[in-house]
């Protein structure tokens, strides 16, 4: 290349390159802001609204498919004249149910965090969108993704902005901000040569197009793929609706199907811990 043409080459890669820190900076910005916040957000009103109810469905459920296995066994057992130790059968069906009371138990705090989150105060919307543009910034001049030559230095080490980001801590972070503007250089455009900022501006499109994979990946999985339902007030009546009405119908099966148990108890039955 000429001199002439190398400098417009240059000058055009430089601004390919600008743009795209700047277009990479916001995307990785809308991911965090979808994993650390938005997911939280829809998540914790999908929990008080329907997921509180699929628990207690959930729960008289699991008891249901319980008893039913427990009246198999105490008929297998009676069957071939075995003993019918009630302790034995209970542990047995402790380790037979193991999965479904561990997913109850996720539910259960599930439940607990999100009424935790429910009476948390939040930022404003003022607030929150001055937390994503100062970490917009930080993204663009410090992440590691953008910034190959960045070092932890001055306490801007990228975890604890991403912490810093992740709690909603406002105030720490405009501290991290005043940090940043005293002295920390710009490395995005620092002058390098052609051949390996050709290689930059491959590295960040490659970035960028992963970063967008992820974020359409998010948007099609839990909680993000309820959005319109739980804005949908007719569907949420109708399902908690649902909901109610099949954990009575449920509850009255296990009351029968406990009296039934009861009743084909052989008298020599074992009861002990």
Same mark, same amino acid.
């Given at each position: ?6 400098? %417009? ?9 600008? %743009? ?19 997911? =939280?957000?829809?998540?914790? !009103?999908? *929990? ?23 009246? $198999? ?7 071939? &004249?075995?003993? =019918?130790?009630?302790?034995?059968? $209970?542990?047995?069906?402790?380790? #037979?149910?193991? /999965? ?11 439940? /607990? ?13 003022? #607030? +929150?969108?001055?937390? &994503? ?7 663009? #001049? ?16 990228? $975890?604890?902005? =991403? ?34 900022? #050709?290689?930059? *501006? ?9 970063? /967008?994979?992820?974020?359409? +990946? ?8 309820? *959005? ?9 009546? $109708?399902?908690?609706?649902?909901? %109610? +009405? ?9 009351? /029968? ?5 009861? !009743? ?10």
């Amino acid at each position: 290349m000429s001199g002439a043409n190398d400098q %417009r080459y240059m000058e055009k890669l430089l601004d390919k390159y600008d %743009r795209l820190r700047k277009k990479t900076a916001k995307a990785i910005k809308k991911r965090d802001r979808m994993s650390y916040h938005t997911y =939280v957000d829809y998540k914790t !009103k999908y *929990v008080m609204e329907v997921g509180s109810l699929e628990y207690e469905f959930l729960k008289v459920e699991n008891n249901l498919l319980r008893m039913r296995r427990k009246i $198999e066994i105490i008929h297998n057992l009676m069957d071939n &004249d075995e003993k =019918v130790d009630i302790s034995l059968i $209970e542990h047995m069906l402790d380790r #037979e149910f193991e /999965e479904n009371e561990l997913k109850l138990k996720n539910m259960e705090k599930d439940i /607990e965090i999100a009424n935790i989150l429910k009476a948390d105060k939040r930022l404003s919307l003022k #607030e +929150e969108r001055d937390l &994503d543009r100062i970490y917009e910034g930080m993204i663009l #001049e410090l992440h590691p993704d953008i910034n190959s030559e960045v070092s932890s230095d001055q306490g801007l080490d990228w $975890e604890k902005i =991403v912490w810093t980001y992740e709690t909603s801590d406002l105030a720490t972070m405009r501290s991290l901000k005043e940090v940043l503007e005293k002295g920390i250089p710009s490395y995005g455009l620092q002058e390098v040569g052609f051949y390996r900022l #050709e290689d930059r *501006v491959k590295a960040l499109s490659e970035t960028l197009g992963r970063v /967008e994979s992820e974020i359409e +990946e998010m948007s099609t999985n839990f909680p993000f793929d309820m *959005v319109d339902l739980l804005k949908d007030r007719e569907w949420l009546e $109708e399902k908690k609706e649902e909901l %109610r +009405e099949n954990t009575e119908i449920y509850r009255e099966v296990e009351e /029968e199907l406990g009296n039934y148990i009861l !009743k084909i108890l052989p008298q020599s039955a074992i009861f002990k811990n």
